[in-house]
Nanobody
Framework: QVQLVESGGGSVQAGGSLKLSCAASEFTYNNFAMGWFRQAPGKEREGVAA???????SYADSVKGRFTISQDNAKNTLYLQMNSLKPEDTAMYYC??????????????????WGQGTQVTVSS
């Protein structure tokens, strides 16, 4: 059972930056995908960014050019660098992992391991 623990959330003013981290318990899968999702109050959860073991990445249109997803395999850690933050980026951010399809997709249907989330609040 893979466990995911997010950190790095917080409060920031519009235009600021935050870097989220997701520490994954050790896993031995060669093929995988990991992603970031977010859910704002009263809204459905949406995909933000994802990457797979081939190095492919995928981003939601709303964050392209502002957010960057990356990983440190040695540390089993996934990152999300968020720049030029906007109030509409305010949400609970979740890390997710998939070892079956291993496709860089922002569709949550492909992911079956989830973290508890970390809150990001952007004030205007």
């Amino acid at each position: 059972q893979v466990q995911l623990v997010e950190s790095g959330g917080g409060s920031v003013q519009a235009g600021g930056s935050l870097k989220l981290s997701c520490a994954a318990s050790e896993f031995t899968y060669n093929n995988f995908a990991m992603g970031w999702f977010r859910q704002a109050p009263g809204k459905e959860r949406e995909g933000v960014a994802a990457l797979d073991s081939d190095g492919s990445t995928s981003y939601a249109d709303s964050v392209k050019g502002r957010f960057t997803i990356s990983q440190d395999n040695a540390k089993n850690t996934l990152y999300l660098q968020m720049n030029s933050l906007k109030p509409e980026d305010t949400a609970m951010y979740y890390c997710a992992a998939d070892f079956l399809h291993a496709i860089a997709t922002t569709s949550e249907a492909f992911f079956n391991y989830w973290g508890q989330g970390t809150q990001v609040t952007v004030s205007s």
